[in-house]
């Protein structure tokens, strides 16, 4: 392996001049951009790449858990909740129904942005987005926290090596959905800006979290102290919150034309990832629907992300680990450090298996690479084709349980790396032939075409085919 060259800023992206759309279809009224893998693959410089031929971007699922980097005449932009298409004046940023809304994080993003000269005024947020409250947060602590003592949720001892809990980020996202479902103890956006209603809901959802989270040890919530913070928040959130289903429907039935941004990845989906080290959403395009109240027959354009290598934050089978000196080599030089939480990213192989079902689940019309210049300089080059489980047989398709995938070992055809740096790339062309030799491997085993390859930060850095 040969000395790593200098690093560069995780998956961010930068604005240029309009050209047409050079992703999947063109033409297409409605776009999704999804992660095919644990999330982090880079999704927010495709979306920032893609965004200015849009009218409105929407997020449809997820929490402050999610982050996107973009840069923007070299200043860098974290995004957690606020869509990136708000780096774009004129556009509509929609936090629709399917996302949990931390109103501190948002006004606090909002206001960030404001105080960097970003227009915030196309933020829009739906009245049904469930709202994230503090004891949302007290209870995702408390959970992890006990689940860790315990000894974790693997169902063998000692399996994990990164904590026992399920490493959420404790900013109360699964209480947050939890709550969701059980309607009784939820609160929307909606009723951050109804006093009445809100009041008459903290006073009933207190008494019950305080009888449940007094038990797990959390201090005691105070109805009125608690309605008081939310409805300040509600009042200078006032004028984003609106009806959003309409709003989107409305922008359809007169030609415009949206993009749907995903937080996190297909494979940290709630039904259809590594249960139960999963996120609490719908991660995949599967979740549009019942997160923006947008038919799935609408969505005629799907781009799956998928970085040239695997990583993953927080705990749960990743197969093709690689903890050791190429490991680490590839973590520094990716910089592959959470945008939300700062912490380090585990880091493996690609993994085509788990890229494959994804693909698979999302009809995915063409993959974006991202990140292939990290893995410049390596002699050699591992990528997963299949598994090979415990009763000796081999198999290419992937099982969404944990323990079936913990137990399954991965299968590895060996490639020649490339010693070139290829930052300075602008054709699939002009791309080492080993470089070529590791996407054309992608497309042959995914079944999907590459539409675009990021060799760099920069928008600039970007190979569209």
Not at 352 to 364: E, H, P, W
């Amino acid at each position: 392996m040969n000395a790593a060259p200098p690093t560069h800023p995780q998956t961010p992206a930068t604005h240029a001049a309009p050209r047409t759309p050079p992703i999947g279809k063109p033409g297409a009224a409605c776009s999704a951009v999804v992660g095919l893998q644990w999330g982090d693959e880079g999704k927010g410089k495709i979306v920032d790449l893609l965004a200015q031929h849009y009218d409105a971007v929407v997020r449809y699922n997820g929490g402050a858990n999610a982050g996107h980097s973009v840069v923007v005449k070299g200043e860098r932009y974290a995004l957690h909740l606020v869509p990136s298409g708000i780096l774009y004046p004129g556009k509509l940023a929609v936090i629709a129904n399917g996302v949990v809304v931390d109103p501190e994080v948002l006004i606090k993003e909002t206001t960030g942005l404001a105080q960097r000269g970003v227009d915030v005024h196309g933020l829009v947020v739906s009245d049904r987005a469930h709202v994230v409250m503090p004891y949302h947060k007290a209870e995702d602590e408390l959970r992890e926290k006990i689940l860790s003592e315990a000894g974790g949720i693997s169902s063998r001892p000692g399996e994990s090596a990164h904590g026992g809990g399920i490493g959420t980020t404790k900013r109360g996202i699964g209480p947050c959905y939890a709550d969701k479902c059980q309607r009784s103890t939820a609160v929307r956006c909606g009723d951050l800006i109804n006093p009445d209603v809100l009041r008459a809901k903290l006073a009933r959802i207190t008494a019950f979290k305080n009888a449940t989270l007094g038990g797990l040890g959390a201090k005691p919530f105070e109805a009125t102290e608690l309605t008081r913070w939310a409805l300040d928040l509600g009042d200078k959130l006032r004028s984003s919150i609106r009806d959003t289903t309409y709003l989107l429907h409305d922008l359809l039935g007169s030609g415009r034309r949206v993009l749907f941004e995903g937080a996190n990845a297909a494979l940290l989906d709630v039904d259809h990832g590594t249960y139960p080290f999963v996120t609490s959403s719908s991660t995949t395009v599967l979740g549009i629907p019942a997160g923006t109240g947008i038919p799935g027959a609408r969505i005629d354009n799907v781009i799956g992300v998928v970085k040239a290598y695997s990583t993953r934050v927080g705990n749960g089978p990743l197969p093709t680990e690689q903890i050791n000196e190429v490991g680490e080599r590839i973590r520094q030089r990716g910089r592959e450090f959470g945008t939300t939480t700062g912490r380090p990213r585990r880091v493996g192989w690609l993994d085509l298996v788990a890229v494959r079902y994804s693909a698979l689940l999302n009809g995915v019309s063409s993959l974006s690479v991202m990140l292939l210049d990290v893995l410049a300089g390596l002699d050699e080059l591992r990528v997963c084709t299949a598994y090979r489980l415990k009763n000796g047989q081999t198999t290419d398709r992937f099982v969404p349980d944990a323990d079936w995938i913990y137990d399954a070992e991965p299968v590895y055809q060996n490639l020649p790396g490339f010693p070139e740096e290829i930052q300075n790339a602008r054709r699939r062309a002009d791309l080492p032939a080993n470089a070529r030799a590791y996407l054309d491997l992608i497309e042959r085993t995914v079944g999907v075409p590459i539409s675009i390859v990021s060799v760099g930060p920069d928008r600039a850095q970007t190979l569209l085919e």
